[in-house]
Nanobody
């Protein structure tokens, strides 16, 4: 079974930056994705990256501000978040998928890690 451990969240002021990490074990050759769930909101897709890192996509609201990357030697995916806004406040989760494009509906995934909290103050 895949195990997912997210880290790197914190409290930042608007305009600041954070870098999230997600260590994944128990899988091989998976695409990886980030999701987030804000206060009183449904969980939503944020970004995804293929196994080779050659295909990437983002939700429109983070394009130009967030960058997803991965290090397959460490089985880790990253999310560099710049120019953060209060509306980016959420618990951020990662997940893996066998295919690319990844499934963007969170309900298609059976397992989640504990997530990491990102809070952006205005």
């Amino acid at each position: 079974q895949v195990q997912l451990v997210e880290s790197g969240g914190g409290l930042v002021h608007a305009g600041g930056s954070l870098r999230l990490s997600c260590a994944a074990s128990g899988h091989n050759s998976y695409s990886m994705a980030w999701f987030r769930q804000g206060p009183r909101k449904v969980r939503e897709f944020v970004a995804a990256i293929s196994w080779a890192g050659t295909r990437i996509n983002y939700v429109d609201s983070v394009k130009g501000r967030f960058t997803i990357s991965r290090d397959n030697a460490k089985n880790t995916v990253y999310l560099q978040m710049n120019s953060l806004k209060p509306e980016d406040t959420a618990v951020y989760y990662c997940n893996v998928d066998l295919m690319y494009p990844v499934r963007t509906d969170p309900q298609d995934y059976d397992y989640w890690g504990q997530g990491t909290q990102v809070t952006v103050s205005s």
